[in-house]
Every structure is written in structure tokens, then in C-alpha cells.
């Protein structure tokens, strides 16, 4: 099935669910509310390595935190163009303020694509529109680094009662949460492949605390180490296996929000490095500075993390509700490609922003600084590190035929 026919598919099986999606300019102004409050307090974010509360609050205030959620459970019904749109915008405002918003609705996804059915996941659904629950997202454990298709802490039974020990070792934002939804080995005698999903609320767990976050970037997430134990219900479980989830939903979503609130960071440097050469240059009576040439650099590097977002936001969304489409080796190896592209050529474009601006660039005091976007944006290679993923895909990428034509 092609891009356009499955396009057609999802338009008529949209209509026969739900008719409304939010106003378009009502989206854009409750994020650009969201996106001032952000900026004000970007730079106190990062010194400190604090949450961005008022930033989240307004959020809140603006309702976003549960604006992907179904009409029918309270919700907007956002697509996930609105999603990463909203990533893209915060991403300019405040890297970490973007990052909380991408991994939340992220989250978000899961619950809304697998849990539909589940009255565990439905009220969650509900609470989550209503209430604005903030969710937060464990995958990384123990040493295990970021390979999420292998958990070591198993979920414990006993009878209709299920518990969860576990080794977190990073969990963004996990002391302002509301909830998280954790992978875990489906039983103790399950192998580690054999994973299931969580959705666990702040009054089912306790968070210990086991490390700090003092870190380069992303200092705002404060994505600090826990011990996370949980006491629970089995209906807290998705009732879908979570290799499924993982292909379907959480691995395309992840990497298209994390993609655009990276690509966010990168247009902020980008539009520092503007204002830099046009004061240079009027500076100097119209003479364009020598690092004119790196602006143009990052202006390209922009263009084309851009295009790649959205080439893969189009494939997502047409093929959106079918498995088949989303469970293909071209579909897989590409939106993992984006995620070791996107954070590339987020990072090479800071880098020729840095470049553009010299020194005005590379202090941290002036107007001009992109100190704290290139800090924050070396965190995207590493988020699921680049070589692991490459490694990962390798077979796939072998098996996947060379495209015949330049659009198919
Ligand atoms: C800002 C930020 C926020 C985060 N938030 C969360 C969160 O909320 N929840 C959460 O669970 N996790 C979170 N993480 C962790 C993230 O999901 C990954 O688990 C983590 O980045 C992986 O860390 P690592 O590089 O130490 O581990 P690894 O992935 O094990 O990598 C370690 C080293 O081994 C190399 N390596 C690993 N595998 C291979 C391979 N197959 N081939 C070649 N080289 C390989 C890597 O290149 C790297 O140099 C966050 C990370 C960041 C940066």
C-alpha cells in the first residue's frame, strides 16, 4: 500500500471513530503560551539543573499535557503532526522543557494506541485529560544501558496482586511525576526479551533515590536514578505484548518527538547565529563576517533534519493503523535511522551556529551564546546511543531492498 492509499485508509477509518481534532490556531497559541513561560526560565533550568515548574504548569494551565488523548476519554484528539509541532516549539524555547513534553506524550501514545479496551487504561486515558497527569517514562536498568528489549526486574505475582522491583537508573523527571510507564520482564521465569508494559500511578510506588543528575545537558529533565517499587493489579499490565508496543508506537513516537524538540534546539541556535551575522554585518557596512559560511552551514544541516522529520511524520501518519506497514524492515530500519540522523544533524547544526558566531558564541554571557544548545543537544546521540542503534539495525538494514524510485 502506498503513502497515498493509506492515507485514504486512515481518513476514512478517522471518520467512522471521531470527527474532531483540535483548532488549529487555538494549538498553536496554548503552545506558544507554553513555549514563553519555557524561555523565561531556560537559563535558570539549566544552572541549576531544576524542573521547569512553570513551564509544566502553564502546560497545564494550557491543557496540553493530555491534548493526544481521544475526545471520548476527555482529550483534543491531537495528530502527531500537533505532537511534534509542539516538540519543535518548546525545543526553541527550552531544550528540557521539550524533552519532558516528547518523552510525556510518548507515553501518552502508548496508552491511547494499547490500552484502548483495557477500563485500567481507559480511566488512566480519562485522568490523565482531566487531571493533566505528568508521565514519565523507565526503560533504562542497571547496567543494561539503553538496550529496552532485555529487563532484567520481573513482575511479581500473587493472584490477582502484582509487584515490581526495579533498578532505574534513569528516569527523567521521575520526582515530578505523575506516573511512569516502565518496561519489566513479564515473570520471574520469562526470559528477558519477554517484556510487558506498566502504567503505574504515583499512589501504586515508592522512588528511592540511587543517583544524582550533574550532567553537560538536558539538566533540566533531572533524570535522576531510582530504586522504583511497585504494588499493584495485574490490569495495570497493556494487554499487549510490549515487542508489539515497542515496534507500533513507542520506538516511531519517541524518536519523531525527540527528533523535533532536537530539531527546536537546533533552529534556536540557528536563529542566534542569524541575528549575529546581521549585526556583523551591519557592523561593517554591508561586508559579510568570515563565518558567514557556517551560518549558511547550519541553515542546510537545518533544512535537512527537517525534511527528514518530516518525510517520516508523513510515513507514521499514513500508515498509523496499519500493523503490517509499521512492523515492515523498511518502515523499522527508517524511523530508527531518523533518531541516529536527526540527532546528527541536530548536532552538526549547533556546532556551525557555535562556528558562525566565534566568540560571542561560545561565551555563555551574551546575546548570542549557543553554550547551552550545544550542551543540551550532545545528549541526543547518547539517548539511546547512536552505535547501538546502528549495530541493532544492521541485518535489517541488509535485508531492505534499495528503493527504485526516488518516491515509492
Ligand atoms: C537526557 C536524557 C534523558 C533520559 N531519560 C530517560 C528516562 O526518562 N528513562 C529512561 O529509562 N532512560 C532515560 N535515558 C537513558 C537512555 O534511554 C539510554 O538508556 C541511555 O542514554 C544509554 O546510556 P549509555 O550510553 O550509558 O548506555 P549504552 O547504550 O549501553 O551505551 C554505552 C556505550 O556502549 C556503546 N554501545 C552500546 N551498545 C553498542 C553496540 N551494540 N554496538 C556498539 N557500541 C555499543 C555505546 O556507543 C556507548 O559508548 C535518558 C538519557 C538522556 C541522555
Not at 480519562?126 to 547496567?143: I, K, W
Not at 516502565?182 to 520471574?188: G, H, L
Request: charged residues 20%; neutral net charge; aromatic residues 6%.
Amino acid at each position: 500500500m502506498n503513502v497515498q492509499e493509506a492515507r485514504l485508509r486512515n481518513a476514512v477509518a478517522d471518520k467512522t471513530s471521531e470527527q474532531f481534532a483540535p483548532d488549529r490556531s487555538s494549538v498553536v497559541q496554548r503552545t506558544a503560551a507554553v513555549a514563553a513561560a519555557a524561555a523565561e526560565e531556560a537559563e535558570d533550568v539549566d544552572r541549576d539543573a531544576r524542573f521547569p515548574q512553570k513551564a509544566i504548569d502553564t502546560a497545564r494551565e494550557q491543557r496540553l499535557l493530555g491534548i493526544q488523548i481521544p475526545q471520548q476519554f476527555g482529550g483534543d484528539r491531537a495528530s502527531i503532526f500537533d505532537i511534534t509541532d509542539m516538540c519543535y516549539t518548546l525545543g526553541r524555547a527550552c531544550s528540557s522543557t521539550a524533552m519532558i513534553f516528547a518523552m510525556h506524550q510518548t507515553k501518552v501514545a502508548c496508552l491511547i494506541r494499547h490500552g484502548a479496551g483495557s477500563d485500567y487504561h481507559e480511566a488512566l486515558m480519562r485522568r490523565v485529560a482531566s487531571e493533566q497527569l505528568l508521565l514519565a517514562s523507565s526503560t533504562t536498568e542497571g547496567q543494561n544501558g539503553g538496550n529496552i528489549r532485555f529487563s532484567a526486574a520481573a513482575v511479581e505475582r500473587t493472584d490477582a496482586e502484582i509487584s515490581l522491583v526495579r533498578n532505574a537508573t534513569v528516569i527523567s523527571y521521575g520526582a515530578q511525576a505523575d506516573g511512569i510507564v516502565t518496561i519489566a520482564r513479564r515473570a520471574n521465569d520469562a526470559a528477558g526479551s519477554d517484556q510487558v508494559l506498566l502504567a503505574i500511578t504515583k499512589n501504586d510506588y515508592t522512588l528511592e533515590r540511587s543517583l544524582g543528575w550533574e550532567t553537560l545537558g538536558m539538566r533540566g529533565t533531572c533524570s535522576a536514578g531510582f530504586e522504583l517499587k511497585f504494588k499493584g493489579s495485574t490490569k495495570q499490565i497493556f494487554p499487549e505484548a510490549y515487542g508489539k508496543i515497542h515496534a507500533q508506537t513507542m520506538t516511531p513516537v519517541a524518536h519523531l518527538c525527540w527528533s523535533s524538540a532536537w530539531a527546536g534546539i537546533a533552529a534556536a541556535a540557528v536563529e542566534r547565529a542569524q541575528l549575529f551575522i546581521r549585526k556583523a554585518a551591519r557592523g561593517a557596512g554591508g561586508q559579510m563576517p568570515p563565518g558567514a559560511a557556517h551560518f549558511t552551514a547550519a541553515k542546510m544541516t537545518l533544512a535537512k533534519l527537517r525534511a527528514m522529520i518530516t518525510a517520516n511524520l508523513d510515513t507514521y501518519a499514513a500508515h498509523e493503523h496499519d500493523e503490517r506497514a509499521l512492523s515492515s524492515l523498511d518502515f523499522q530500519s527508517s524511523i530508527n535511522l531518523l533518531k541516529v540522523e536527526a540527532s546528527e544533524l541536530a548536532v552538526a547544526t549547533v556546532m556551525s551556529a557555535m562556528r558562525a558566531c566565534g566568540l560571542s558564541g561560545y561565551r555563555n554571557d551574551g546575546d548570542f551564546s549557543v553554550g547551552r544548545h550545544l550542551r543540551d543537544v550532545l545528549s541526543a546521540p547518547i539517548m539511546i546511543n547512536n552505535d547501538r542503534i546502528l549495530t541493532n539495525i544492521a541485518t535489517a538494514s541488509l535485508m531492505s531492498g534499495v528503493p527504485a524510485s526516488l518516491r515509492d
